[in-house]
């Protein structure tokens, strides 16, 4: 069985200015709000990869980094 694939969500703060763009589009609802607004990933277990919130983002400010995780032998 191949390894489950996950994935690490990283939001630059400095770059985000708290459009909630990335919040509307994440089908899975992987952000929450920060109390300055900004996007926040509270839920990045539920990433399915689809790079919607990278393309949205109009400070590129979301990077999504594929997690493969080994098989124990
Ligand atoms: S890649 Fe897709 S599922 Fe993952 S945080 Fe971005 S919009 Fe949500
Ligand atoms: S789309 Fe980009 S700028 Fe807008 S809230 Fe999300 S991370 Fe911040």
Redesign the pocket.
């Given at each position: 069985m191949p390894g489950k694939k996950t994935y690490d969500v990283v939001?630059d703060f400095d770059?985000?200015?708290?459009?909630?763009?990335?919040?509307n589009v994440c089908p899975t609802k992987v952000?929450d709000k920060r109390n300055d607004?900004?996007?926040y990933p509270a839920h990045p277990e539920k990433c399915v990869g689809c790079l919607m919130?990278v393309y949205?983002?109009?400070?590129f400010?979301?990077k999504i980094y594929e997690v493969v995780e080994e098989e124990a032998v």
């Amino acid at each position: 069985m191949p390894g489950k694939k996950t994935y690490d969500v990283v939001v630059d703060f400095d770059r985000c200015k708290a459009c909630g763009i990335c919040i509307n589009v994440c089908p899975t609802k992987v952000f929450d709000k920060r109390n300055d607004f900004k996007a926040y990933p509270a839920h990045p277990e539920k990433c399915v990869g689809c790079l919607m919130c990278v393309y949205s983002c109009p400070d590129f400010a979301i990077k999504i980094y594929e997690v493969v995780e080994e098989e124990a032998v």
